[in-house]
T-cell receptor
Framework: GIQVEQSPPDLILQEGANSTLRCNFS?????LQWFHQNPWGQLINLFYIPSGTKQNGRLSATTVATERYSLLYISSSQTTDSGVYFCAVGGSSASKIIFGSGTRLSIRP | EPEVTQTPSHQVTQMGQEVILRCVPISNHLYFYWYRQILGQKVEFLVSFYNNEISEKSEIFDDQFSVERPDGSNFTLKIRSTKLEDSAMYFCASWDTTNVKLFFGSGTQLSVL
C-alpha cells in the first residue's frame, strides 16, 4: 500500500516565524489532504490538494504530484497554530485514506 | 457547518467486554470511516463503508471488529471482546464528495481496564 512520510517529526518555533512541513508519498495519489489536530484532539481539515497550490490566510499548500510530495507553509506563526499536522492520502476512490505520522508543531510566545 | 457526531465521548470497559461506539455521519455523505489513534501516535485507518457494505479494511480490523449502519443515520463500530491494546481514541469520519473534504467527529476515548 501507499506509504506516507512526514518531516520533520517535531518543530519548535517562536511566534511570528514561518515554517514548512513536508509530506512524501510512495505512489501516485488522487486524494491528498492536510489536517490540523489541535491540543484538544480535534481533527480539522485544512486543504484538499492532490495537485497545485492553494492558500487560505496564513496557510498555503503545494502538491507536486509527479514528484510525490506536498508542502504545507505556515507564515507568521501564532500560538494557536500549535498541534500536530497530518498529511492524508488516498487513491482514485475515497475508500481508503491513510495518514502520515504527523509533524508536531509548538509555537512559543 | 454540518458535523459528524460521536457518542459517548468517553467509554471505560473491562477487558473481554463488548463495546459499541456510535456515530452519526453527515446525512448526504456516501463514504463513512472509522479510524483510531493510540495516545501520541498517528491516526490509523480501520475501515470504510460505502453503499451499506465494507469498502476497505485494514489489517487492524480483524474478526473482533464489525461495523453497521442499522438505520438511515447511525454508523456503529462494535468491538466484541476488548483487549487492553484497544485503548485508543476512535474517530468516525464521513466524506463529502461535493466539497472533497473528510469530516471528523470529536472522537470516543476508549479505555480498556
Amino acid at each position: 500500500g501507499i506509504q506516507v512520510e512526514q518531516s520533520p517529526p517535531d518543530l519548535i518555533l517562536q511566534e511570528g516565524a514561518n515554517s514548512t512541513l513536508r509530506c512524501n508519498f510512495s505512489d501516485s495519489v488522487n486524494n491528498l489532504q492536510w489536517f490540523h489536530q489541535n491540543p484538544w484532539g480535534q481533527l480539522i481539515n485544512l486543504f484538499y490538494i492532490p495537485s497545485g497550490t492553494k492558500q487560505n490566510g496564513r496557510l498555503s499548500a503545494t502538491t507536486v504530484a509527479t514528484e510525490r510530495y506536498s508542502l504545507l507553509y505556515i507564515s507568521s506563526s501564532q500560538t494557536t497554530d500549535s498541534g500536530v499536522y497530518f498529511c492524508a492520502v488516498g487513491g482514485s476512490s475515497a475508500s481508503k485514506i491513510i495518514f502520515g505520522s504527523g509533524t508536531r508543531l509548538s509555537i512559543r510566545p | 457547518e454540518p458535523e459528524v457526531t460521536q457518542t459517548p465521548s468517553h467509554q471505560v470497559t473491562q477487558m473481554g467486554q463488548e463495546v459499541i461506539l456510535r456515530c452519526v455521519p453527515i446525512s448526504n455523505h456516501l463514504y463513512f470511516y472509522w479510524y483510531r489513534q493510540i495516545l501520541g501516535q498517528k491516526v490509523e485507518f480501520l475501515v470504510s463503508f460505502y453503499n451499506n457494505e465494507i469498502s476497505e479494511k485494514s489489517e487492524i480490523f480483524d474478526d473482533q471488529f464489525s461495523v453497521e449502519r442499522p438505520d438511515g443515520s447511525n454508523f456503529t463500530l462494535k468491538i466484541r471482546s476488548t483487549k487492553l491494546e484497544d485503548s485508543a481514541m476512535y474517530f468516525c469520519a464521513s466524506w463529502d464528495t461535493t466539497n472533497v473534504k473528510l469530516f471528523f467527529g470529536s472522537g470516543t476515548q476508549l479505555s480498556v481496564l
